[in-house]
């Protein structure tokens, strides 16, 4: 079994954008600036919002960070995204998601401007990529491909299952997995809450992409031998042992189904890092207007 480390992919894909971003101010040019917008105080939704401005100044981004109290209303946040759409300072941005329930997430997203929208929510984008045309791609399908190009796993021909049909994960992910390109040329399964015999379809799956929100769902009696599994899952459960106070577990049961596939992403350490290293690579090609 190999480990897919997304910790180490990303710093290496942080290094390449550090140096691009150098290239770019020697030749006189603007630093990338990424934004982006927290509303409320959902703790896990700050770590990861964090966790983002701090890779900006890692490769040398600017970053600015808004954070709106939990009661802002949806025409003061779309205020908000329209003054960011106006910012010539500003290359790209992202709204962090889940939203309070006040506001209507779609409208949020249909305003943000869609060359600055990094995070590739808007219709615009979705689009686009369903037609197999340049644009940006959201962040973790386009770091799941990453990793995948980065330790040149096979896919062309395999059976992918993908477990989920999220805008933000599942269903990008099945579209780039069936694409007429390397990553892809799968035959793609979507399952979600409403498959009927799931162990079905996970049997004979060579890839397994996994983000179905459920802790530990993914058993080793549902895959094969040698399948290829990516964890796209987070949670937190308690551990007294930890500093924090928690531990990280993903949608798969890693201590057992590692024991079984060829390759595996751990949690934490695998998908998480490389979702943020792809989102600075669509702000860098945000400023590079690519
Ligand atoms: N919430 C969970 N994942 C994401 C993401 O990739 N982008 C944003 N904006 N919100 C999220």
Same mark, same amino acid.
């Given at each position: 079994?190999?480990?897919?480390?997304?910790?180490?992919?990303?710093?290496? /894909?942080?290094?390449?954008?550090?140096?691009?971003?150098?290239?770019?101010?020697?030749?006189?040019?603007k630093?990338?600036? &990424?934004?982006?917008?927290?509303?409320?105080?959902? +703790?896990?939704?700050?770590?990861?919002?964090?966790?983002?401005?701090?890779?900006?100044?890692?490769?040398?981004?600017?970053?600015?960070?808004?954070?709106?109290?939990?009661?802002?209303?949806?025409e003061?946040?779309i205020?908000?995204?329209?003054?960011?759409?106006?910012?010539?300072?500003i290359?790209?941005?992202?709204?962090?998601?889940?939203?309070?329930?006040?506001?209507?997430e779609?409208?949020?997203i249909?305003? /943000?401007?869609?060359?600055?929208?990094?995070?590739?929510f808007?219709?615009?984008?979705? +689009?686009?990529?369903?037609?197999?045309?340049?644009?940006?791609?959201?962040?973790?399908?386009?770091?799941?491909?990453?990793?995948?190009?980065?330790?040149?796993?096979?896919?062309?021909g395999?059976?992918c299952?993908?477990l989920?049909?999220?805008?933000?994960?599942?269903?990008?992910?099945?579209?780039?997995?069936?694409?007429?390109?390397?990553?892809?040329?799968?035959?793609?399964?979507?399952?979600?809450?409403?498959t009927?015999? &799931?162990?079905?379809?996970?049997?004979?799956a060579?890839?397994?992409?996994v983000? /179905?929100?459920?802790?530990?769902f993914?058993?080793?009696?549902?895959?094969?031998?040698?399948?290829?599994?990516?964890?796209?899952? /987070?949670?937190?459960?308690?551990?007294a042992?930890?500093?924090?106070?928690?531990?990280?577990?993903?949608?798969?049961?890693?201590?057992?189904?590692?024991?079984k596939?060829?390759y595996?992403?751990?949690?934490p350490?695998?998908?998480?890092?490389?979702?943020?290293?792809s989102?600075?690579?669509?702000?860098?090609?945000a400023?590079?207007?690519?």
């Amino acid at each position: 079994m190999i480990l897919l480390d997304g910790k180490k992919t990303s710093n290496h /894909i942080k290094s390449e954008i550090a140096s691009e971003v150098d290239k770019i101010i020697e030749d006189g040019g603007k630093r990338p600036h &990424l934004a982006a917008i927290l509303v409320g105080s959902d +703790g896990a939704s700050r770590t990861y919002v964090n966790a983002k401005v701090k890779a900006c100044e890692k490769v040398g981004f600017h970053s600015t960070l808004i954070e709106l109290p939990e009661k802002t209303s949806e025409e003061e946040l779309i205020k908000s995204i329209e003054e960011l759409n106006e910012n010539d300072n500003i290359d790209g941005f992202i709204v962090q998601l889940p939203l309070p329930r006040h506001i209507n997430e779609k409208r949020v997203i249909e305003t /943000i401007e869609p060359t600055k929208d990094v995070d590739g929510f808007h219709p615009s984008s979705v +689009g686009k990529l369903a037609l197999g045309l340049p644009t940006f791609i959201s962040a973790t399908p386009n770091g799941i491909l990453e990793l995948l190009r980065r330790y040149n796993i096979e896919t062309e021909g395999k059976n992918c299952v993908v477990l989920g049909r999220s805008n933000i994960v599942g269903s990008p992910m099945s579209i780039l997995m069936y694409q007429k390109a390397y990553p892809g040329n799968c035959t793609v399964t979507v399952c979600h809450s409403r498959t009927k015999n &799931l162990k079905e379809f996970t049997l004979n799956a060579d890839i397994i992409i996994v983000a /179905i929100g459920k802790k530990e769902f993914l058993k080793e009696d549902m895959i094969k031998e040698g399948a290829v599994v990516i964890d796209v899952g /987070i949670h937190r459960v308690p551990d007294a042992s930890k500093k924090s106070g928690f531990a990280l577990k993903g949608d798969v049961d890693f201590e057992n189904v590692s024991k079984k596939c060829s390759y595996i992403t751990p949690v934490p350490g695998g998908v998480g890092p490389m979702t943020i290293a792809s989102l600075l690579s669509n702000t860098l090609k945000a400023n590079l207007r690519i």
